[in-house]
């Protein structure tokens, strides 16, 4: 099978399924290809797309579960400093 046939394969594979959970990992693993560095942390280290959507998804889940700090709240904090 040549490269063009196993894509089409794939792709068709990928339309018809019904598992998120496939898909996801699928993603993931593309997105490991192509672990290009696209930034830097302010600490001078790599920012790689995975690594980048992975503190992404960390965030929202935080966001979504609550797990923030309110502008008000870090104010009052600092002036205990």
Known sequence: MDIQATKLELIQYLLNTQKES???KVRELVLMESDEIVGFTAKGEPLTV???NTKLERAEEDYR???VTTDEDLAK???NW
Do not use: D, H, N, P
């Open 77 to 79: 904090e600092i002036e």
């Open 50 to 52: 995975l690594s980048l």
């Open 22 to 24: 496939l898909l996801l």
């Open 65 to 67: 579960t609550g797990r």
